[in-house]
């Protein structure tokens, strides 16, 4: 037992040296909507400028995904001599890189309150498809500008937005908020706005420090406890573990039997030969998008394991990737972020 507590604490202690070293980075494209003011094509225009404030929060996503160790593509357009001449200057921008996502940043008008009648107009997000990975960018990406305070108006679905139609890779259109609502306007900030489409996009939290420059993933990020974990684990399989920061045989027979009823075998909390072969099928393997009650159960294994600094939210995000990632090359295995067959039995067995 003390040699195991000696291998999480040190992988631990691994885990928070290198994180930011050697995990997952996506490659992503970003443009701000429209020409500049006062040119042709440009946006909406209201107590904000549309293209003056979609260009301010684009350059702070940049940066902050840049700091982050992401690259990052801007695919803005400045000299379009129309609108469609705008839109297709920026599909040959994005569709010139290979990327994991095209983000357009747009705002919304409309609700033309200008003095302001307490409702805040609020946020969407635009994509192509309801069943494509840009629909849990979407969805995170809303979470975390929701949080701001502004009213989540939901994923909207459309085949007839240009960026959308034409870009090869997973795109989506934000729409931050509303030009043209006091009380959308009184809210926004373009510093808050980008960090929370950051953090949507790669479970990453980001902070600004006092020279302004932009702090990594640290004691900031709200962390999940192995309280929280068994707290979950009571909820899920309707049993009383008792409520605290330790892990024993218990709680570990609760997850092997959450695993198992997750699979569809007899629940029975014993590892065996069922189980061993359950972390062979396909639909136990989990990687970055998913989402669910399955990405929770490896989420808590690995806090218990002392290599997991994040929240207990069932997604699988950038932050869960590199966790994974670490776990596999801390134990010599394949290390490609997918949490699978050696993953599960490393875990669990």
């Known amino acids: 037992m003390q040699t195991a507590l000696l291998s999480i604490f040190l992988f631990g202690q691994y885990h928070r040296q290198f994180c930011d070293m050697h995990g997952y980075k996506m490659k992503i494209n970003i443009h701000a909507g429209h020409n500049p003011d006062g040119r042709t094509a440009?946006?909406?225009?209201?107590?904000?400028?549309?293209?003056?404030?979609?260009?301010?929060?684009k350059n702070?996503?940049?940066?902050?995904?840049?700091?982050?160790?992401?690259?990052?593509?801007?695919?803005?357009?400045?000299?379009?001599?129309s609108q469609y001449d705008v839109l297709t200057?920026?599909?040959?921008?994005c569709n010139s890189h290979t990327v994991d996502l095209d983000i357009s940043i747009h705002f919304n008008s409309g609700r033309n309150d200008a003095v302001g009648d307490g409702s805040i107009g609020g946020t969407e997000i635009w994509i192509y498809h309801p069943d494509s990975a840009a629909s849990r960018y979407a969805k995170t990406i809303l979470e975390r500008i929701s949080a701001l305070g502004f009213r989540n108006r939901g994923i909207k679905i459309s085949k007839d937005l240009y960026v959308l139609a034409n870009t090869k890779a997973e795109a989506l259109l934000i729409e931050c908020c509303f030009v043209d609502d006091k009380d959308d306007v009184s809210l926004y900030n373009a510093g808050d706005m980008a960090k929370a489409i950051v953090t949507g996009i790669t479970g990453q939290s980001v902070s600004i420090g006092s020279a302004g420059s932009v702090q990594a993933p640290g004691n900031h990020i709200p962390c999940a406890t192995v309280k929280d974990f068994t707290k979950w684990l009571n909820s899920y399989l309707k049993i009383n573990l008792p409520l605290d920061n330790t892990f024993d045989e218990s709680d570990k027979k609760a997850a092997i039997t959450a695993f198992q009823r997750m699979g569809g075998i007899p629940a029975t909390g014993c590892w065996g030969m069922d189980s061993i072969k359950l972390t062979n099928?396909?639909?136990?393997?989990?990687?970055?998008?998913?989402?669910?009650?399955?990405?929770?159960?490896?989420?808590?294994?690995?806090i218990v394991n002392g290599i997991y600094f994040g929240e207990l939210h069932g997604i699988y995000d950038l932050n869960t990737t590199n966790t994974v990632l670490h776990f596999q090359k801390y134990w010599n295995l394949n290390p490609h972020g997918i949490a699978g067959t050696q993953v599960w039995k490393k875990l669990l067995g």
Do not use: F, P, W
């Open 281 to 302: 099928q396909k639909n136990m393997h989990i990687r970055l998008g998913n989402n669910g009650n399955l990405v929770k159960l490896l989420q808590g294994m690995l």
């Open 60 to 81: 702070k996503v940049i940066s902050y995904l840049k700091e982050l160790g992401h690259t990052v593509y801007d695919c803005t357009v400045d000299n379009g001599s």
């Open 89 to 93: 200057k920026i599909v040959g921008k």
């Open 42 to 57: 440009c946006g909406a225009v209201g107590l904000l400028k549309e293209s003056t404030e979609a260009r301010l929060v």
